[in-house]
């Protein structure tokens, strides 16, 4: 994977409804140590990597890179989201193309996060980079992936086999318009001042 090209980077703080992607900062460090030592996180990725390892391994920034974004609630780190220019891939109709990653601590499921912050990244790729196509791989066993996906306007290119699992490779052309989003409930927007949204 390698990072967008002449991206200007980091952009302005992402706000949707609830939340902000922000570039990561070192107050984030102890929730991407329990992001990667998560086994409920990991279960469609290979497992979990051992705290003690991530404790000695991790920079005092983790994660600082373009493409690299914290999706934060009420100013606490729930999830990551990943733009990265597939430039090895599994599989050839990926190479090339932005790929979406994402994380979310457990905590932070079943509410809509995970949409509304890929649903903001993807728009926000499309307004920097028009046109640009992006590509989300996934095991046909995550279901919860598999929705989102759908939800977020990917089609499928593929399945193929890979690390002993079913995976599935989508694709999502970006929208004519600058700033369409698949789903326009997702489409991030200013906070409006004073205004706070039930969770």
Not at 115 to 125: I, K, N, P, Q, R
Not at 150 to 173: H, I, M, P, S
Request: aromatic share 6%; with cysteine.
């Amino acid at each position: 994977m390698n990072d967008l090209g002449d991206v200007p980077w980091p952009p302005a703080p992402i706000r949707t409804e609830r939340l902000v992607l922000r570039e990561p900062e070192a107050r984030d460090r102890a929730t991407f140590i329990e992001l990667l030592a998560s086994p409920d996180v990991h279960t469609y990725l290979g497992g979990p990597r051992p705290r003690d390892e991530l404790e000695r391994a991790l920079p005092e920034v983790p994660e600082r890179w373009p493409g690299s974004l914290v999706v934060d609630l009420d100013g606490a780190m729930i999830g990551h989201v990943l733009l990265r220019r597939a430039t090895a891939h599994h599989r050839p109709a990926a190479v090339g193309k932005v790929d979406l990653g994402y994380l979310f601590l457990p905590r932070a499921w079943g509410s809509g996060y995970a949409a509304e912050a890929c649903a903001a990244a993807l728009d926000w790729l499309g307004g920097v980079l028009p046109g640009e196509p992006a590509v989300l791989a996934t095991q046909t066993a995550n279901a919860a992936s598999m929705r989102l996906a759908a939800k977020l306007g990917f089609t499928e290119v593929e399945r193929f086999r890979a690390w002993d699992a079913d995976q599935w490779l989508g694709l999502r052309r970006s929208p004519r318009r600058p700033g369409a989003s698949a789903d326009r409930r997702l489409r991030h927007r200013p906070l409006t001042s004073g205004r706070r949204d039930a969770l």
